[in-house]
T-cell receptor, first 112, second 117 residues
Framework: GQSLEQPSEVTAVEGAIVQINCTYQ??????LSWYQQHDGGAPTFLSY????GLEETGRFSSFLSRSDSYGYLLLQELQMKDSASYFC?????????????FGTGTQLKVEL | KAGVTQTPRYLIKTRGQQVTLSCSPI?????VSWYQQTPGQGLQFLFE???????NKGNFPGRFSGRQFSNSRSEMNVSTLELGDSALYLC????????????????FGPGTRLTVL
């Protein structure tokens, strides 16, 4: 099976940098994805790491280390609109299909 | 390109009733997956359809079922509703998972908020 753990809540101030960690236990997966979800909204795709290393997309960066079973999402120049829940997710290699297993989710609160 | 659409957006039912939710994927996307989101259990996978075939199923009772049509639109049905079925039901589509990343990236619709009284 697969399980992904994230901190339940992170608080940071506007303009700062914040890192949201994701540690996982899985028998194998294609890559690590990150999704953002505002209250009452749908998860929105942010980033994908198929290989180890850093992927940068604007103010967001994501990192994956398969040897450490660890990944993170880095948000820079935080804005109030970044207040949302963030989920890491993996698509497992076994079982076929396109099933995503999501992490427990991290609620990010950005304060003035 | 239009995103994933789901109807209805909100639904109120009573215990014992059944419900059908609809999902239209992004044009050209052949894979449709369904997820249930609740405060207690988080985001949980229900099932996935690809080319009208169910390819994967999560750990949900048989009351939850689905299907996909030739135009890739999908429906999910929940029969004999229980209070615990109250949740946000999300549909996600992807281009072609068999080709691996990034074509397996899933894009979500706005969801259907189901309340069971």
């Amino acid at each position: 099976g697969q399980s992904l753990e994230q901190p339940s809540e992170v608080t940071a101030v506007e303009g700062a940098i914040v890192q949201i960690n994701c540690t996982y236990q899985t028998s194998g997966f294609y890559g690590l994805s990150w999704y953002q979800q505002h209250d009452g909204g749908a998860p929105t795709f942010l980033s994908y790491n198929a290989l180890d290393g850093l992927e940068e997309t604007g103010r967001f960066s994501s990192f994956l280390s398969r040897s450490d079973s660890y990944g993170y999402l880095l948000l820079q120049e935080l804005q109030m609109k970044d207040s949302a829940s963030y989920f890491c997710a993996v698509r497992g290699i076994t079982g076929g299909g396109n099933k995503l297993t999501f992490g427990t989710g991290t609620q990010l609160k950005v304060e003035l | 390109k239009a995103g994933v659409t789901q109807t209805p957006r909100y639904l109120i039912k009573t215990r014992g009733q059944q419900v059908t939710l609809s999902c239209s994927p992004i044009s050209g996307h052949r894979s449709v997956s369904w997820y249930q989101q609740t405060p207690g259990q988080g985001l949980q996978f229900l099932f996935e359809y690809f080319s009208e075939t169910q390819r994967n199923k999560g750990n949900f009772p048989g009351r939850f079922s689905g299907r996909q049509f030739s135009n890739s639109r999908s429906e999910m049905n929940v029969s004999t509703l229980e209070l615990g079925d109250s949740a946000l039901y999300l549909c996600a589509s992807s281009l072609d998972p068999s080709r691996g990343p990034p074509t397996d990236t899933q894009y979500f619709g706005p969801g259907t908020r189901l309340t069971v009284l």
